[in-house]
């Protein structure tokens, strides 16, 4: 099959013919080749996971170093900044205003200003600062000592502070716009508050019920073991049913799980097996595999190739697609009506127990709800309050209403009251995510903003296929696919989130379809009274 | 294992300090990028072989063309044929004649003349011609029609003699000479032909002679049936005993084998399984590790760390580290008496046929020597026959004392004259390989050159190592190994191929040790008159 049809959604069509202002077309090219560039260091950190052998390390330091070089060096390179510039000047002339190449121009800025608005020791103070700040957090969490870390998250903050004034604070906004700009473009801290609050409470709320709830929820069939081949030709079987293109994909195994799309035609899922959870590599894969279906229905191929158009939305969107697959989908009974004979068939003499296992013993165990420590661990329901934790917390600290040395007792008071939990350690508390170190701030939230996007969609592309879940059942997801690669993937980056949430659902984001999805799910599970 | 330890001898320890002048040092640098650059060419290079989906050929070809003009760009830039001069300049003053900065920057100037020498215009001729004239070649070898393709060969060799006249021919030399500098620097076609001819006479007489003899040579050992599987872990196993260090390295299977020694700790054989002949996957997994040991073995970490002192010598010293496990090992009693226990072990339940074979059975079926059409398909004893015919007509080709049209008539004399046969057509005759499509004149020869330094290698190694029959029939190749590692891989490029085989073996490069070698073998197994 050649790889344009092989690629989903067989490239971007715009309503018009691509624009061909000479600078928009010089423009285009070089934005390409940084893109190209960009494609073979993800090819690099992939290979690194993956098969590197492990004296390769030093080597592929030097190699990742010097191709970044030449990445920033292009990526900043004064052409581009003049020739964006004279591209703006054309839009409402001879770029049409609202058009596909408007919204490439004002991604192309974007991408330029955030690359271009750090000033070098601003950079290299950054890299040095969280290199050693990420060692720190490794030993101050294996010795739950937070002390030793806190001067270093204290660092960190005024780092993030000094980079957020350099990227410029939107007029009315805060420090902490400017820094969510980089992973999620567009929306503003009040946006996510306005959203969360809700959430918070009814999230908690339903989590206290389920806590109470005396029904029993037996997860003894998720403890059967299933050697890591037939895991492995599962996950590939699963891949192949939902539309995975395997011709322009892989799947490997790594430490942790990741989909890179290195390149048009080229996306890889990597997943990892346990052999006493089998529901871990498999929603891992269809996690994964989510991701992956977005980087194969971007319009990749044809004009807009290489450039910020062909690319995806935000951390959000994206994390929508994955968790849409893995929870909507993949927690559902359809789901498990579809899929429980395959496992049978796949796992065969090594998974007895699912000989004697029904439909509803697997969707009950699927979907526990219990409150935990550790957000990686966290299942469906308790996730968000991790992620919502973490967003009041780094907001606080950047606006200087928290400081560093006070984070444990924060932290420690939110997980008491919104999960009813005492944290026993920092370990287990405050040092358990990485992301800090690194000066990731304003990344949590992306979480909770892709659970929420995957709610809000799935009720509208059940009003569209009426009979999606009849569908599922049957182990039939190109209507679902075909829905998504259309409404979502193929538009690639012309719309930002919010705007593209409106046009296809109709309203703008709202706590209230995750919270209808996990009231009815848990409810019914758990026996509450407000259940289906 | 840090890597500097893991790559075989553990870096290059030239006599005296790395020359610290200014002019070398940032020369090194500049050198060195490059060389990194080239590294990710080959690590996708090798991916795409491996590991790319289908679909991501078109973006694969478009990453390595973006980041082969990088490459060329900063392979011929100014800067580096200035600092090449300086350098020259400070040969005897400042930097020590015959010292390995000497040899370093000898090097480097043939590498920019090489990428700096040819103007544009020739390299895009270049670039189009072979590109078509392969295409061609293709379907002439299809349909056995060689006066579809002898335009384009003679297309291609006027491409080489311009190309020849461009690098420069060597004062009382040929054409052919500027061609061979690019995989044989140092040699003269009238030297090749000095250990050429002499070869040619004993080898012909040889097959002759064997073509005659009435011992019957059973293979039918070698059609015994293997999973891939078995013969895998066989080939993992061996490639341990030997000394590979899988740390450093990795096997996979590919449609053509090959050694990709990509980075310094990283360095990548590939080999492929056939169900019914075993030793096809064996000697390819051995003959690969010999060009891998060799790239473990160069220096490619310390102070010249991606300079062409850090470097491969030649396709000829390459091909003799191939060839010298592949044959010279792989081929002995020795070898067989130490593997057949092993082979037996892991082919286990799969391959009866082994039980009761005997070590002779092996040794036997492995060095059979029969006559045949095909290069690639040819035993170690009429394999160069192949070589030379080759040879002969490329240089009366370049020479001009033969047309394109002609090369039918005389290759099909000379297969008789040499081998003994009846070429049947030009698909099994002239046709059967790419190289001169693509433009690889020179390079033909340098197959035999690792056969010939491979043979002389190994009467000198086993001089010096008494007992290495011994160790190998119990499985010990550390010594063999270290000796390579000390007296051939360490010396990265500091020698010329020639310069370092009389400076190992004393003498310069003769047909006489390849001769003594085939005649005692083929001597033995056919019952000939002058076998040992």
């Known amino acids: 099959m050649p790889p344009g049809v092989a690629c989903g ?8 013919m691509p624009n061909t202002h000479p600078s928009y077309v010089e423009l285009s090219k070089l934005v390409r080749e940084v893109s190209t560039l960009g494609s073979i260091a993800s090819l690099l950190g992939w290979d690194q996971e993956t098969y590197m052998p492990a004296g390769g390390v030093d080597a592929r330091a030097e190699q990742q170093g010097l191709l970044a070089g030449i990445i920033h060096e292009r990526k900043t390179q004064k052409k581009i900044g003049d020739l964006i510039a004279a591209c703006e000047g054309e839009v409402g002339k001879s770029i049409e205003t609202g058009s596909p190449e408007a919204a490439n121009i004002r991604e192309m800025r974007r991408d330029y200003d955030l690359a271009t608005k750090l000033p070098t020791s601003l950079v290299q103070e950054w890299a040095t600062t969280t290199s050693k700040a990420s060692e720190e957090w490794k030993h101050a969490r294996e010795k739950s000592d937070f002390k030793k870390f806190a001067p270093w998250l204290g660092k960190v903050m005024d780092l993030c502070k000094q980079k957020a004034a350099c990227y410029g604070v939107p007029k009315g906004g805060e420090a902490y ?3 969510l700009n980089e992973y999620e473009p567009g929306i503003t801290a009040v946006e996510i508050e306005q959203v969360f609050t809700p959430l918070r409470a009814r999230l908690s709320d339903l989590i206290h019920r389920v806590a109470k709830s005396k029904a029993k929820v037996s997860t003894k069939i998720l403890s059967a073991k299933v050697p890591a ?4 030709a599962f996950g590939q079987f699963v891949l192949g049913a939902m539309g995975f293109d395997m011709n322009a994909g892989r799947l490997d195994t790594t430490t942790h ?6 390149a048009p035609g080229d996306t890889r899922l990597t997943t ?19 991701h992956g279906l977005y980087e194969q229905g971007l319009p990749k191929k044809g004009p807009n190739a290489g450039t910020p158009l062909a690319g995806d939305i935000s951390l959000g969107i994206h994390e929508s697609q994955s968790r849409m697959w893995e929870n909507f989908v993949g927690r559902s009974r359809e789901f498990w009506s579809w899929a429980l004979p395959h496992v049978r068939k796949h796992y065969g003499p090594h998974a007895k127990a699912f000989k004697s296992a029904k439909v509803e013993d697997l969707y009950r165990a699927v979907n526990t709800c219990t409150p935990s420590f550790i957000r990686v661990e966290a299942d469906e329901g308790t996730y968000n309050l991790h992620v919502m934790i973490r967003f009041e917390i780094e907001r606080a600290l950047l606006s200087g209403s928290l400081s560093a040395k006070d984070v444990p007792g924060v932290w420690n008071a939110k997980y008491k009251e919104y999960l009813g939990l005492k944290v026993p350690d920092d370990r287990r508390g405050c040092l358990q995510d990485v992301h800090w170190s690194f000066g990731l701030v304003g990344y949590f939230p992306t979480y909770t903003l892709g659970n929420l996007y995957a709610a809000q969609l799935w009720e509208t592309i059940n009003k569209k296929i009426k009979d999606l879940p009849a569908r599922i059942s049957k182990g039939d997801f190109a209507a679902l696919k075909k829905w998504l690669n259309t409404n979502i993937h193929a538009h690639g980056r012309r719309y930002r989130a919010a705007e593209l949430c409106e046009k296809v659902t109709g309203k703008p984001l709202s706590a209230d379809p995750l919270m209808r999805h996990l009231e009815s799910k848990l409810g019914g599970v758990y026996g509450l009274a407000s259940a289906r």
């Open 9 to 16: 959604v067989g490239g971007f069509l715009p309503s018009t």
């Open 177 to 179: 716009d400017a820094l």
């Open 272 to 290: 990892r097996y346990r052999g006493e959870k089998f529901t871990d590599a498999l929603y891992g894969t269809m996690h994964e595999m989510g």
């Open 229 to 232: 081949e037939a895991q492995h």
């Open 257 to 262: 799980p990741f989909c890179s799309g290195i």
